[in-house]
């Protein structure tokens, strides 16, 4: 069993909708969560990241972390056709100066015009 | 300014070569990573270099993979005796200072990646 778990879709839905993006994590050591958006043939790209269990906003994007499920969440409101890309969460501890990130499997999304 | 650069964007080699990826990390950052990212998965950690010493190699997966950054800048990721597993895409990410303890979190910024396929 894969230390983050993530469904890698594909999603598709129309322009406008919110989005609802999920991993599930089973090593409870991790401190930072973190969603990275990944365009093609492009590196990850930062979106947020929390270091608690709760929410956090930034514009049209949430991070959730709840983890006393061991669950994160990503919504995306008013979703537009810029947002077509392939969503990774990520999870962290900090081990002698490394923080070595753990990847879930991406999920690819496609918003529709 | 600049980002992370990593050459070439794309490798074609053949099984059993010997081959270098290279990773410009930003000008400044002292932390390097490297990891692996096979198709439909998510990148997976290979090497960390804090400095010009590799502090985690734990992810490398066997004794054909080497990685270096002799002068604490510039890494390269040395892949002997390629085999067809081994295709993928190499990212490279740098953050800017070593993390003093567990309370401070450091970004990652990744390059492009190269996407090296060994027929």
């Known amino acids: 069993q894969k230390e983050v778990e993530q469904d890698p879709g594909p999603l598709s839905v129309p322009e406008g909708a919110i989005v609802s993006l999920n991993c599930t994590y089973s090593?409870?050591?991790?401190?930072?969560f973190m969603w990275y958006r990944q365009y093609s043939r492009k590196g990850p790209e930062l979106l947020m990241y929390t270091y608690s269990s709760g929410n956090k906003e930034d514009g049209r994007f949430t991070a959730q972390v709840d983890k006393s499920s061991k669950y994160i969440s990503l919504f995306i409101r008013d979703s537009q056709p810029s947002d077509s890309a392939t969503y990774l969460c990520?999870?962290?501890?900090?081990?002698?100066?490394?923080?070595?990130?753990?990847f879930g499997q991406g999920t690819r999304l496609t918003i529709n015009p | 300014g600049a980002g992370v650069s990593q050459t070439p964007s794309n490798k074609v080699t053949e099984k059993g070569k010997y081959v270098e990826l290279r990773c410009d990390p930003i000008s400044g950052h002292t932390a390097l990573y490297w990891y692996r990212q096979s198709l439909g998965q998510g990148p997976e950690f290979l090497i960390y270099f804090q400095g010009t010493g590799a502090a985690d190699d734990s992810g490398l997966p066997n004794d054909r993979f080497f990685a270096v950054r002799p002068e604490g800048s510039v890494s390269t990721l040395k892949i002997q005796r390629t085999e067809r597993g081994d295709s993928a895409v190499y990212l490279c990410a740098s953050s800017p200072r070593r993390l003093a303890g567990g309370s401070s979190y450091n970004e990652q910024f990744f390059g492009p990646g190269t996407r090296l396929t060994v027929l």
């Open positions: 990520a999870m962290s501890r900090v081990i002698q100066g490394a923080q070595k990130l753990v």
């Open positions: 090593n409870s050591a991790f401190q930072y």
